[in-house]
């Protein structure tokens, strides 16, 4: 039995924290309390549940979410319906707080695992020596291993990656908004998840619990104080969105970006500290989950610590890229204006749920060693 570290607190930190120990090993979890809720929703598409699956925490996932039936497109301007897409596998929503606290409990549970409530400063990794980590005490920590889930700018990236750079703050942003239900319509409550394509931006919504998630991502130089009027105007379908009351959360988006390099001796990345996923096939938190059920494959029952973490990087940065390359076109067709956007809606409206299952199928498709 090996002592693994995971440093990081987030959805992919806790997630690859509770995948080490389920593997057999004990486990010091390095992270700040959350000293707040988490705001917003998140969706998990399939590949997502079989990692939920494979993680042993479906069952209390599906307890606090909300399973969706059908994924439609619609065009922001008429909403006329492009494609709507029946979505016969598991994808639901969450709020990401729900889905945080869920994997809390789980890895409070483990008898193996134990918390360091603080981050991680240093990482000392001598050629020929040991591994040992350095926490915000001054604490010094000798581990096997060091699984780091602790973000593009935390010390494991810098480490393993020799400080080069991440991904750069894109020139789109994602305004975000939580709106109660009971003052909507009710269409607004339907179990699926809506994506509404104007001319350069675009808006999500979907609902999770109690409230609607919505998302709505323009190009920065749009984002002016009347943004609301220009996105959805009195005469778009979702022109009840454009209340002035409604309070906005502006976000920057990320670059598409993946680790050129994951792995560095007997530390190894996982969650954004190896990838920056556009939100635009909502698999953030769904490839963070498959990190963590990739290092438990690999991890379970191996005491070869740096061959387990080696093949888990080779295997994980092969597959994460082609999923970022595609979350980053599907960006820029979603941000279409112009004709450009006219022939999109006619090709999307033409092709059908065939096409868009098409786009999908590689991006929802189930790791074979995670089922």
């Known amino acids: 039995m ?6 990081g607190g987030g959805i992919a930190g806790m997630a690859a924290a509770l995948a080490a120990s389920r593997a057999g090993h004990d486990v010091m979890l390095f992270a700040r309390p959350a000293d707040q809720p988490f ?25 606090c979410s909300l399973r969706l039936n059908n994924i439609t497109v619609r065009a922001l301007d008429s909403g006329a319906t492009l494609i709507q897409l029946p979505l016969a596998q598991h994808y639901a929503s969450f709020s990401r707080n729900a889905l945080f606290g869920m994997l809390n409990d789980a890895v409070g549970a483990r008898a193996s695992l134990t918390r360091v409530p603080c981050n991680l400063t240093h990482i000392d990794q001598p050629p020929g020596g040991s591994l040992s980590v350095i ?66 931006v675009h808006v999500v ?3 999770i619990g109690d409230d609607l998630n919505l998302v709505a991502t323009l190009p920065a130089s749009r984002a002016r104080a009347d943004w609301q009027q220009t996105v959805m105007p009195a005469t778009s379908p979702l022109a009840v969105l454009g209340d002035p009351a409604i309070n906005w ?17 007997s530390v190894v990345l996982a969650g954004d500290a190896a990838h920056s996923m556009p939100p635009h096939l909502a698999q953030g938190a769904g490839q963070g989950l498959q990190d ?16 387990a973490f080696a093949g888990y990087a080779r295997e994980r940065a092969t597959d994460v890229s082609r999923i970022v390359q595609k979350a980053d076109i599907s960006g820029r067709i979603m941000a279409m204006s112009g004709p450009a956007a006219r022939l999109r809606d006619l090709a999307l409206n033409l092709g059908g749920p065939r096409l868009m299952q098409s786009w999908l199928a590689e991006v929802w498709a189930a790791d074979p060693r995670l089922v």
């Not at 920590?141 to 889930?149: E, F, K, M, N």
């Not at 959360?249 to 670059?255: G, K, V």
């Open 2 to 7: 090996a002592l693994l570290g995971v440093s």
């Open 39 to 63: 705001a917003g929703g998140l969706q998990i598409a399939p590949n997502g549940w079989a990692a939920l699956t494979r993680l042993g925490i479906a069952e209390a996932a599906e307890a």
């Open 135 to 200: 926490d915000e005490t001054g604490t010094r920590h000798h581990l096997d291993g060091l699984i780091a889930a602790d973000g593009g700018d935390g010390p494991g990236k810098q480490h393993v990656t020799s400080g080069q750079r991440g991904a750069d703050m894109g020139a789109k942003l994602a305004m975000r908004a939580q709106i109660p239900l009971h003052s909507l319509p009710a269409h607004f409550a339907l179990p699926a998840s809506q994506l509404w394509l104007g001319r350069g």
């Open 205 to 207: 919504h979907y609902p």
């Open 249 to 265: 959360a502006r976000t920057s988006i990320s670059s598409a970006f993946t680790a050129p390099c994951w792995r560095r001796g």
């Open 292 to 307: 963590a059920a990739s290092l438990l494959a690999w991890l379970d029952g191996t005491e070869n610590i740096d061959t």
